[in-house]
Each structure stands twice: as C-alpha cells, then as structure tokens.
C-alpha cells in the first residue's frame, strides 16, 4: 500500500512524527474512543471466568464469639452443608478449654461446577472466662501469623506456588442482651478491625422483639462510631447500576445483621418445609427477610461481595501490615522507583534544581566575600590604631624635646652652666 493509513471499517491509524515537546504534556491525557467493529476483547470477561472456574476459588472465614451463641450452626447453614458435626450425641461431652483456642476446618466444595476451598476457622473459649482482659490477643496474634506466613511466600525465590491463608472476613457475634455492646466485645473489635474485615452479627436475634432489634441496632452502632471501629461496608462502584446501587444500601442498612442459624427442616402450618426453628407460638424462618437478616448475610459474604472481601483484605488491610512489617525492619522504598516520567515537569524539576543550587553558591560566595571585607576591615583598623599610637609617641617625645632645648637656651641665657658636671675641668693630677 502506497498510503500511510490503513482503514478496513475500523478507525484510522495514522503514523505520525514524535511529537514536539509542547504536546509532550497531554501524552498521559485519556482518549475515550469507539469502535465501529468488533475487535474482540470484549470476550475477556469470559476468559478470566473460564480460567477461574478451572483454577477455583479460596476463602477463609473466622468466627468470633462466645460459646452458645450459634457460630457452627451458622456455618452449616450459610454453606448448606455439615461443615460443624451436630454437638448432640452419645459421646462424652468434650471439656470446655481453659484458654482461647484456634481451630480450623477446610472443606472443598462443589456447586454447578464452580469449586470453592473453604477454610472456617473457629476460637473457642472466647469471652467464656470471668477475666477476658486480654482474650482477643491468640486471635490477633493467628491472624497476623497469617499475613506473615503470606508476606513470607512472596519473598521466596520461587513464588508460583502462593497459598492464600489470610482471613478473608471475620463474623463476630454479639450476645442478644438487647443494651449495648460489652466491653469485650468493644476491645475485640477495637483491636482487630484495622487486621481483617469485621461483620457484626446479633446471635439469636428471634430471642428480641422486632422493636428491640432495631433499638439493639442503633446502640450497637452508636458504640462503633463512638470508638471509630471500622467495619466492613459493600463498596459502591461508579458503573453500578441503580438496582445494584440499590440492593447495596439494602444490605449497609442491615448491619448489623439480626440472624438465626438452623440447618434442620420444620413444617409450617400451610405445610411448607423450611429451615428454621419451631416454637410453640409458631416458626421463625431463616431464609424469610421479614424475620431475620440472614438472606442479606448470606448475600454479602457469599453471593455478591466474596471477591470484594478478598480485594480489601489483600488491597488495604494488608498492605498497611505489610508496610508496618517492613519499615519495623528497617526496610524503605524509593520513591523514584516504578515512577512514571513527564518529560515537561522533568524539565521543570532540574531547572528549579539549577536555580537552587546557582542561589546556593551565590549566598556562599557572598559570605566569603563578606568575610574577607571584614577581615580586610579589622587589619585596616588595627593598622589605623597602630599608627595612631606612634604618632601619639612621636608627638611626646618632640615635645620633650622641645622642653628641653627651651631649658637649655634659658640657662645659657642666664650664666649658668648647664649641669654641674660639665662645668668640671677635666685634667690630670698627681694629688692622691
């Protein structure tokens, strides 16, 4: 083609010179175009799913709270399966531990082809003692040994295979005593929210009135921002759409989430089998959103914002202890390293470093000089002091001089000799 420009239904490339240095400015300036064909990259949405759906997924849960209040029933049922074996059998019953215990189980599962590892780590004995002062530090202490065991991986020469033991969310269950949040439960969180992801759930929320879960809520709330605990929020995304924006403040409005865990099966009166649990006034429904928040749990944990919880966690909560690691050692980065370059402000920058550094020898010629005057000043002054006292001696001893003279001149005026020893003949004698 004899041309410089090739267009087959698709938009015109030109070859152009480099540009000058006046447009060099506008080189990181985004260009929004569209294309008048199908190129093809459209399908990278499908490419990045067929490859995840082939590697699978991970994540690693953490629950938090005292013993009774449903934590591995709430398991079993966010996953619909026994993760948790039932705690009423014909075994002995296991003794309660004397200190806070970490324990984890891992599960593969399987749902429509899409594998998930599930890694639910459990502490019990949390808030179970009469003195809980310091029951959150086995917690904190797993979960940055975790992040260290990560942050080792990625320094090893071969980092190919990476596991990702991190805790991705942390549920912790509050107590339903309907006043405010307890002590623990404030030093908990206080401690731990800048390290993972805290979801606050209110354990056995049917033990409330609809009124005192929202009385529950509010106080539960007030002592969060009061203590300026972070927990986690869905984040809003600028391309979202309405119903997503939508669903989004639906779930923020929740939290924290007034749940009930059963993973049995009752009947209704209209004969509906359900999970939920059978009282003698009726059924509290836990997949029923008019009667507890687990539906939207499930949906923020799982369905909708799984990968989002794992963003933060790896994005945010830990780089800042990665970052806090590495300047602990003594670690420090280049600013100037990875840095992209703008060739007008680079300009800019060494004509502002020349400046300072010709104002800098100015000043320091300009001292020099300063001192060498002065020191010229003081010589001149010193010579200047000197000559003065000569003279002042010179002058002194003329006037003596002249005192003298006039002395003489009247003696010799008056007769008399000058001094009585020179008026001596001088000769010899033989007298003895």
């Not at 410089?4 to 030109?14: C, G, K, M, R």
């Not at 215990?101 to 459990?122: H, M, Q, W, Y």
């Not at 989004?248 to 004969?271: C, L, Q, Y």
């Not at 800042?320 to 420090?332: D, F, S, V, W």
């Amino acid at each position: 083609m004899a041309d410089s420009t090739l267009s087959v239904d698709q938009p015109t490339v030109e070859v152009q010179s480099p540009p000058s240095a006046q447009s060099l400015a506008q080189i990181s300036s985004i260009v929004r175009k569209k294309l008048q064909g199908y190129v093809g990259f459209a399908n990278l949405p499908n490419q990045v799913h067929r490859k995840s759906v082939k590697k699978g997924f991970q994540f690693t849960c953490m629950v938090v709270g005292e013993s009774g209040l449903g934590k591995s029933t709430l398991i079993n049922t966010l996953f619909n399966t026994q993760l948790y074996p039932g705690k009423y059998n014909d075994e002995a019953p296991v003794e309660s531990p004397k200190t806070v215990e970490i324990k984890s189980i891992t599960a593969d599962l399987d749902e429509n082809g899409v594998k998930l590892r599930l890694n639910v780590v459990d502490t019990p004995g949390f808030g179970d003692f009469v003195n809980n002062e310091a029951s959150w530090k086995p917690i904190l202490d797993n979960i940055e040994a975790r992040c260290d065991m990560y942050l080792e991986q990625e320094n090893r020469v071969n980092r190919l295979k990476i596991v990702d033991n991190r805790i991705h969310a942390c549920i912790y269950f509050i107590a339903p005593t309907g006043h405010a949040l307890k002590q623990v439960d404030i030093e908990f969180m206080r401690r731990l929210h800048t390290r993972v992801n805290l979801i606050p759930v209110i354990a056995k929320s049917d033990t409330m009135t609809e009124e005192e879960v929202f009385a529950f809520k509010e106080r539960i709330l007030s002592d969060i921002n009061f203590h300026n605990i972070q927990i986690y929020q869905a984040p809003q995304y600028e391309y979202d759409d309405a119903e997503t924006i939508a669903e989004n403040r639906e779930i923020v409005s929740k939290i924290p989430f007034a749940i009930v865990g059963s993973d049995k099966e009752v009947e209704t009166e209209g004969g509906r089998k359900v999970r939920g649990r059978a009282y003698p006034w009726g059924v509290v429904e836990v997949d029923n959103e008019d009667q507890c928040d687990f539906v939207k749990l499930r949906q923020m944990l799982i369905r909708t914002h799984m990968e989002e919880l794992k963003e933060h966690t790896n994005n945010v909560l830990y780089e800042n202890y990665r970052t806090e690691k590495l300047t602990a050692m003594g670690i420090q980065q280049d600013p100037t390293v990875f840095k992209e370059v703008n060739p007008m402000q680079k300009m800019e920058e060494e004509r502002l470093q020349h400046e300072h550094k010709l104002q800098k020898m100015e000043g320091e010629m300009r001292m020099v000089f300063q001192a060498k005057v002065q020191e010229k000043e003081t010589k001149l002054k010193q010579s200047e002091e000197e000559l003065y006292a000569r003279h002042r001696e010179m002058k002194e001893a003329l006037e003596k001089q002249r005192l003298d003279l006039e002395e003489r001149k009247k003696r010799m005026e008056s007769g008399r000799p000058m001094t009585p020893e020179k008026a001596k003949k001088k000769g010899f004698s033989f007298n003895k």
